[in-house]
């Protein structure tokens, strides 16, 4: 009971950051050793969102190992909150209950063969512009912490993509855990201008918060 309501009030703070409480304080001292320039790799498509692609899809992210996990459905939370954030769409999220009732699966990868119903039907009955696939291709939640993600943003005709990204962030990396650290300061609920207990390098849901952010802000501006 108790580690229900421990969880429920993490992932209540955790969207209040991702919905976009950032701040700056005029108290705080900029610290240059935790601002990061820090940009993911592997990212591809068009150079502008197109005008008329207003309406996403946002299908459960996909993991082929253990889907049911309570991770994985605080994944799909976190990173729908994270799109959100930016602004570049409205959303539409689809559960893996709904996905069941649709399609009998719960989940799609972006790079497997995908029915010849799924997007006509996710258009007839969300009245969406495009789909956006998500994939967990790594995850390792023990320091030093690790995640990938590929996504992908596909225009409902099936032929278009505006975006796609393959990429791993690790935080043994010293570029990404500077990025980490940076993401985490510039959070609302943190006290002091430095994170120096480094607490998001510990938990493997503050760091997906930041792998979405990063993801995310990899996005083409709209025309």
Known sequence: MHARIAKG??????????AGCVTQRKNSVPREAFHSEYKPRNVAGLQKIPAEVRRVVVLPIFW???ADSDFVADL???FQL???RTGAFEIVPVSRAQMYKLFHAYQFSS???????????LRAQYAADAVLFL????????????IGIRARLVEMDGQTMIWAIDSIFDSADPAVARAALDFSNRSTFNRYPVDSTGGILMSPRAFAG?????VFGTLPPRK
């Open 76 to 78: 799909d939370v976190i």
């Open 64 to 66: 082929d190992r253990d």
């Open 82 to 84: 994270s799109l959100q």
């Open 111 to 121: 790079v497997a063969v995908l029915p010849d119903n799924l997007l006509p039907e």
């Open 9 to 18: 009030l993490f992932l209540f703070f955790l969207a209040l950051i991702l």
């Open 210 to 214: 930041f792998a979405a952010d990063a």
């Open 135 to 146: 994939d967990l291709t790594v995850n390792r939640p023990y320091r030093p912490i690790s």
